[in-house]
């Protein structure tokens, strides 16, 4: 509940300060479309639809650069820490809660405001 007051309270103050009403339209729709593409794009991203094509530019730049025993053991560790794939993965459930909640603010709040033009 915090994070919808916040996003609620940040529009209400953009509304105060900024009076004049198309533009606060035009802006929210933005920043709501604009944070419902990152959202996709994270989905995209995180659904391995892309796993092919990036597989081939990791060949070609294992090739080009090889990578030295220190980072393979690095990247070893990382992929066997737990406690750092938890925080990832908590990091990315913040981030798209936080922008599913913008983006439907966002949008709620443009077209609310449509209405009363």
């Not at 105060?16 to 920043?31: E, G, M, P, R, W």
Request: glycine share 4%; no cysteine; charged share 15%.
């Amino acid at each position: 509940m915090k994070l919808h007051g916040s996003v609620i309270g940040v529009w209400l103050i953009i509304m105060i300060v900024v009076k004049d009403l198309t533009l606060i339209i035009n802006l929210a729709f933005f920043i709501g479309l604009l944070s419902i593409l990152i959202i996709t794009i994270f989905h995209l991203v995180q659904s391995d639809l892309y796993q092919l094509f990036f597989s081939g530019f990791r060949k070609i730049w294992i090739w080009v650069t090889p990578e030295n025993r220190a980072m393979k053991r690095t990247n070893n560790l990382i992929r066997q820490d737990y406690s750092f794939q938890l925080f990832r993965e908590k990091l990315y459930r913040m981030i798209h809660r936080s922008l599913i909640w913008i983006g439907f603010y966002s949008i709620t709040i443009s077209i609310s405001l449509l209405f009363l033009i």
